[in-house]
């Protein structure tokens, strides 16, 4: 096995070692950090001395001691002159697994944390990710993720979370909570442009990865294969999305002969299947506009009339500011750019956009389009400003 | 999203903390100190630092390859950066909260900038 492949093997093992630990013994912070000590052991010793003929019983078997000596010495702190009876070392072979997976996402995803918290935990504890490479895929020094980690285990704790599926009421608000942290995920990744890049997990691969695990446990529930769906069908275009120097491509400009057709592929089937068989929700309803887009081998050909009765549904049942700017660029692009132009100043009266910068850039496209090169020179130079991405704004800035 | 909370000082606020007694300049610092440390303990702290005085700036002019430098201070800049702190935390309303904590808020000499993300994705 190569050292890509051992650790592709060691991010699958580490969700269903903790959960094995977290059922045996309790404790899913002093679990985490268990477990997490033996992924680093057999980083270290697999590549050198060969994969274990069980790599998932030696991983138990190695982070089961480790915890053993983290609840003695835990123990010894407390009281050391009290005899511990010290649990004994597990069976070094586990029984076949019950699927802890779904459960870990509920428990990093629980709602007593702050967002920041539950992506970091999220990627630790059952993306198997070490704090190092958390903390190189978000930007942010290794003490600030070690540090979110931490507390989120507190919280954890502190709030009696149980190491169990939520109650059949709650599981629809919770599965929701674990997509947004997925989605989340998901959208910082990013195309880094520099020869650093090689060092970083990508994070869109990761949502991706964990996304197709929920699938795995989920299949019925229509939002998660409409989100996994949405992640492939966006995924695919990355190829095309940046130019090498790392300015952005718009989906008009790229080329799609640099697409992913397999990730289309997938994605198509996924949301076309979702789309038929469960009930109707957002992500699957983006995936499918996402589709539309990816089925045109031309932009030219892009079908806009559908995309429009797409947005229309979205814009029923989850309504929101971005939705309606989405929903204006497909009314342009059926119904004339002047006409969209019609529509966004209506729009403008949402609080939410009003001197919002997407609002500039698609009144900028839509002027673009409609021949008015000055005034949309105008408006890219003010999207350009308020724009919180910087190689949105780069882009914005070569437009004006 | 990562912040950075700038905050300035310029003469009148110099001139108050001069006038501080001993147990308000204390009341002060330990404000900091809490600030600095509950940041640290929640995770949002990537890094903060207070600096020096204007007077110890030097600013740097490069001419035909070659670098140049002024002492400071410079007699047309009002306010000053006097220290900074740079966060990453849930939504805008959270760094404002954190802002609000800085002493110098008083004065309104605190302000939230938010910093560029690398994403490339949400948009077009």
């Known amino acids: 096995m190569t050292t890509a492949e051992i650790e592709g093997l060691l991010r699958d093992l580490a969700p269903q070692v903790l959960g094995t630990l977290v059922r045996r013994h309790g404790g899913f912070d002093t679990c985490e950090d268990a477990v997490q000590e033996a992924l680093l052991a057999a980083a270290v010793q697999w590549p050198r001395d060969g994969v274990p003929a069980n790599p998932r019983g030696w991983l138990v078997t190695v982070a089961s001691r480790r915890l053993i000596e983290l609840f003695r010495s835990e123990a010894a702190r407390r009281r050391r002159e009290e005899t511990v009876a010290v649990q004994e070392p597990p069976d070094p072979d586990p029984a076949p697994a019950v699927d802890d997976t779904l459960t870990l996402l509920m428990l ?75 989605y989340l995920i998901f959208n910082e990744g990013y195309t880094a442009s520099s020869g650093a890049a090689l060092q ?22 229509g939002e998660v294969t409409g989100l996994l769906a949405l992640m492939l069908l966006t995924d695919a275009r990355r190829p095309a999305r940046t130019r090498p120097d790392g300015g952005l491509v718009p989906l008009a400009e790229q080329d799609r002969g640099l697409w992913d057709t397999a990730a289309i592929a997938e994605g198509i089937a996924l949301v076309t299947g979702a789309l038929a068989s469960t009930a109707i929700g957002p992500y699957q309803l983006q995936a499918a506009i996402a589709a539309v887009h990816d089925e045109a081998t031309r932009a030219g050909d892009t079908d806009w009339q559908q995309i429009l009765t797409l947005y229309d549904l979205l814009a029923g049942i989850a309504p929101g500011p971005m939705i309606t700017l989405n929903r204006v660029v497909a009314y342009a692009m059926v119904h004339g ?55 949105e704004r780069r882009y914005l800035e070569s437009r004006a | ?48 630092e207070a600096l020096a005085d204007p007077s110890a700036g030097k600013r740097v002019t490069v001419q035909d390859g070659k670098a140049m430098t002024t ?11 006097a220290g900074f702190y740079l966060v990453d935390c849930d939504s805008v309303e959270r760094a404002v909260e954190v802002a609000s904590r800085v002493p110098e808020a008083e004065f309104g000499m605190v302000e939230v900038r938010p910093v560029l993300s690398l994403s490339d994705l949400g948009s077009l």
């Open chain 1, 200 to 221: 970083r997990v990508e994070l869109s691969t990761e949502a991706i990865r964990l996304a197709r695990q929920l699938h795995e446990r989920l299949p019925d529930d």
């Open chain 2, 1 to 48: 999203m990562k912040y950075l909370v700038l905050i300035y000082g310029n003469p009148m606020s110099r001139g108050i903390w001069e006038r501080l007694t001993e147990e308000q300049r204390a009341a002060g610092l330990q404000a900091y100190t809490e600030l600095t440390e509950s940041l640290a303990a929640s995770g949002e702290l990537i890094v903060t």
């Open chain 1, 337 to 391: 750019p002047r006409a969209g132009l019609d529509r966004l100043a209506e729009a403008e009266d949402d609080p939410a956009l009003a001197g919002h910068y997407r609002l500039a850039a698609v009144r900028a496209h839509l002027l673009d389009l409609a021949g008015d090169r000055a005034a949309a020179r105008q408006q890219y130079a003010l999207a350009a400003r308020r724009t919180l991405s910087l190689p």
């Open chain 1, 108 to 182: 990093c995803c629980h709602p007593s944390l702050t967002q920041v918290s539950q992506v970091a935990l999220t990627l630790r504890a059952v993306g198997g990710l070490t704090t190092a490479e958390i903390a190189r895929a978000l930007l942010v020094p290794e003490a600030t993720v070690a540090q979110r980690i931490s507390r989120a285990k507190q919280r954890i704790k502190a709030d009696g979370a149980e190491f169990r599926l939520p109650p059949d009421a709650e599981r629809a608000e919770r599965v929701a909570a674990v997509l947004r942290v997925l």
């Open chain 2, 71 to 81: 002492d400071g201070p410079f007699a047309e800049v009002k306010e000053h950066l």
